[in-house]
């Protein structure tokens, strides 16, 4: 028996009069990395904001871990606090080194012995292979350096889930390969991961589940290779045969 | 009368520091002031932004002479307190002052990227360790620089005191001419000192720039590891 981490139950999103998520209704066990896919500004990024609540929903509900979502309430405080996000901009804080980037939620937010912290953030350069940029600034280094500190960051206060919006799409070529490998590490451990992203061939690999979404619709959902080789909705197939176009 | 006004030299100095303490004063209470107005204007309430404009925009729009005259003979009338001339020139130049820090304060938290508030708060930051932490830190930077400006500003400012018989640099200045029959030599020394704070300040503020610069260097360009 699986553990129900994640549940959208019917999510509605405006803004102003723009419906952009349609009436979303999945869920996500403990475990699974389910990916989602579709294309541009179809909801994507919107919906994974709606789990931590950094957007609001205008109808449905989402539930994390049996506690309703509701991004106004002092409550969502805490809902944040088991949740990790990676962005696509990585947003590292610039005024803090890569060391105190990863160590100020879990000291300032859990309250945690700065010592065991910096122990556990130490352990956590090492998984992210930057054991040796501890004391660079964001500035001083690469997009992909950025973005695994940014990962180590997220890791640090032990979340129940990761929330991964595009988080290759900013990086040059050559360092998204770094990226992914970490993510995949991550993979192996079990982690109960969603990522938002383009990149196909991790998603088939990497992913337990891959979501299409469209129009602020879900249209297909399943196992991430069965629907790259038969994708059963016509939609589905038009949108994946023109990013592997693009990938080649 | 030169070995008059070196025996004046006392008096002087210690209206520079009345001068000084009134305009530092003014400005810590608009520096206060301005990062609440600031957090008003930047509210998501309608009615609290409207508020905080209406403030900026009325103080920044009235001349600090008629703020003082109402501070001062507005006060008693309405309120039936009667406010000492320091009182109520602190209050007039803290309330001017806090419109513009407001400004700076506003324009120096919007300097900080939006993904700086949602990775602060994705992280399950409260509001205020939010503030504290990520975005305070990097608004300082922008912050700091235009501050120099309004506390010289303020001081400047200050000698306004005098028309309401407050004993600051300027009045003392003007009492001292009245005994050497109205001599030139007095506004002359008068300008001097105000230069000679005002410049000072203006070191002082670079200094700390200098400081922040430093940081400031390490956060956007490599300055190697
Ligand atoms: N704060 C906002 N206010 C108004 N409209 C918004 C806002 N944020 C997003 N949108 C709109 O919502 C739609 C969905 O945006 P979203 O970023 O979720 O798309 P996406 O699927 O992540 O696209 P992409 O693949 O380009 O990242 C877009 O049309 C976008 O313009
Ligand atoms: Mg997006």
Redesign the pocket.
């Known amino acids: 028996m699986t553990d129900t981490v994640l549940q959208f139950d019917n999510v509605v999103k405006r803004?102003g009069d723009r419906t952009?998520l349609d009436g979303v209704s999945t869920s996500v066990q403990s475990g699974e990395i389910v990916c989602f896919i579709?294309p541009?500004?179809?909801?994507?990024?919107?919906l994974l904001r709606c789990v931590n609540g950094l957007e609001t929903i205008e109808g449905g509900a989402i539930r994390f871990e049996g506690t309703p979502v509701q991004a106004k309430q002092r409550s969502i405080i805490d809902v944040r606090r088991r949740i990790g996000m990676i962005f696509q901009h990585f947003n590292l804080y610039p005024h803090l080194t890569a060391l105190e980037n990863v160590m100020l939620a879990p000291v300032i937010v859990h309250g945690e012995n700065r010592k065991t912290v910096e122990e556990r953030a130490r352990g956590l350069f090492e998984k992210v292979r930057l054991s040796h940029r501890i004391n660079a600034y964001p500035a001083q280094m690469s997009g992909g350096e950025q973005q695994r500190v940014a990962i180590a960051r997220a890791l640090a206060t032990n979340p129940h889930i990761l929330l991964f919006d595009?988080p290759t799409s900013a990086l040059d070529p050559e360092t998204v390969g770094e990226v992914l490998a970490v993510m995949r590490d991550l993979a192996v451990e079990g982690r109960t991961m969603l990522v938002?992203t383009h990149e196909i061939r991790f998603a088939a690999d990497v992913g337990t589940r891959m979501v299409f979404l469209d129009g602020g619709k879900i249209v297909e959902e399943g196992n991430p290779r069965e629907m790259l080789a038969a994708p059963r909705s016509e939609r589905a197939r038009r949108f994946l045969s023109t990013i592997s176009n693009a990938a080649h | 009368m030169s070995a008059q006004l070196l025996s004046y030299t006392p008096l002087l100095l210690k209206a520079a520091l009345v001068t000084i303490w009134l305009s530092w004063l003014a400005l810590l209470i608009g520096a206060v002031g301005g990062t609440l107005v600031a957090l008003a204007r930047m509210s998501t309430f309608l009615p609290l932004r409207l508020l905080a404009l209406l403030f900026t925009e009325f103080f920044r729009s009235i001349p600090i002479l008629i703020v003082l005259f109402f501070v001062f003979f507005g006060v008693p009338l309405i309120f039936g307190l009667d406010l000492s001339p320091f009182a109520a020139t602190t209050i007039a130049l803290a309330l001017h002052a806090t419109s513009t820090m407001s400004e700076v304060i506003r324009a120096g938290l919007e300097s900080v990227g939006k993904g700086q508030w949602e990775a602060a708060r994705a992280a399950g930051m409260t509001y205020w360790q939010m503030m504290r932490h990520v975005i305070v830190p990097q608004a300082l930077r922008v912050i700091l620089p235009p501050s120099v400006g309004v506390y010289i500003a303020t001081l400047k400012e200050s000698s306004l005191a005098s028309i309401i018989g407050y004993v600051e640099l300027t009045k003392t200045g003007l009492l001292i001419r009245e005994t050497m029959g109205s001599s030139f030599v007095p506004l002359l020394l008068l300008a001097l000192i105000y230069f000679l704070i005002n410049y000072g300040i203006s070191l002082g503020g670079a200094a700390l720039e200098r400081r922040f610069h430093v940081n400031t260097r390490l956060m956007t360009a490599g300055a190697g590891q």
């Open positions: 803004f952009i579709g541009s500004g179809t909801g994507k990024s919107t595009e938002v």
